[in-house]
């Protein structure tokens, strides 16, 4: 089942997202101050997304509805019982690149077409998806991984403890390390 610390994980893991209490509870995620995704009450998702990307969204889930702003459509509302966890961190990334500034979209992007192996220095041993989450994070060689702490490469969707078991044997071969 999908659940709100899905969508947390999925959207905190996008590049320069921001997690803002409102009330009740809710949660708004977003990028350089742009609201791309949302907790709703009765445990929903709220994705701003393109006109476009709504109507394709509301096609495939009918138990979804418009999300609305003074009368204007702004995106989607889905239920995360009506939405499979694949397919939130799909729509939940199309909203982020809605709403993420060019330069960010750009270097996402650009990380879709990263090949292990083929991205900085970084090792070919770590794969795909870590190759992809680190180069959309910006991360593209290992003096960078040294900037960040175990836990911070772990939160990125798409590195986990093998990637980052292999990233520390990588940067204890140049005598560095992860930061405390």
């Known amino acids: 089942?999908?659940?709100?610390?899905?969508?947390?994980?999925?959207?905190?893991?996008?590049?320069?997202?921001?997690?803002?209490?409102r009330g009740s509870g809710t949660v708004a995620f977003?990028?350089?101050?742009r609201r791309f995704a949302a907790t709703?009450?009765?445990n929903?998702?709220?994705l701003h997304l393109p006109e476009a990307e709504a109507v394709e969204f509301l096609a495939a889930y009918p138990a979804a509805g418009r999300l609305t702003h003074g009368g204007k459509s702004i995106g989607v509302r889905v239920g995360l019982g009506d939405i499979k966890?694949?397919?939130?961190?799909?729509?939940?990334?199309?909203?982020?690149?809605?709403?993420?500034?060019?330069?960010?979209?750009?270097?996402?992007?650009?990380?879709?077409n990263a090949v292990p192996g083929a991205v900085g220095d970084l090792p070919s041993a770590i794969g795909r998806p870590a190759t992809h989450a680190l180069t959309a994070a910006g991360i593209t060689?290992?003096?960078?991984?040294?900037?960040?702490?175990?836990?911070?490469?772990?939160a990125m969707?798409?590195?986990?403890?093998?990637?980052?078991?292999?990233?520390?044997?990588?940067?204890?071969?140049?005598?560095?390390?992860?930061?405390?």
């Open 1 to 21: 089942m999908t659940t709100i610390a899905q969508l947390r994980k999925t959207a905190m893991s996008l590049q320069a997202a921001t997690e803002e209490p």
């Open 157 to 180: 969707h798409g590195v986990g403890p093998r990637a980052v078991g292999i990233l520390h044997d990588a940067l204890s071969a140049e005598g560095r390390s992860f930061q405390d």
């Open 141 to 154: 060689t290992l003096a960078q991984v040294a900037e960040r702490t175990r836990a911070d490469l772990q």
């Open 30 to 33: 977003t990028v350089h101050g």
């Open 85 to 112: 966890g694949q397919q939130l961190n799909h729509w939940v990334r199309r909203a982020w690149l809605s709403r993420a500034p060019k330069r960010l979209v750009a270097q996402a992007t650009a990380a879709d």
């Open 44 to 46: 929903e998702a709220l």
């Open 40 to 42: 709703g009450g009765n």
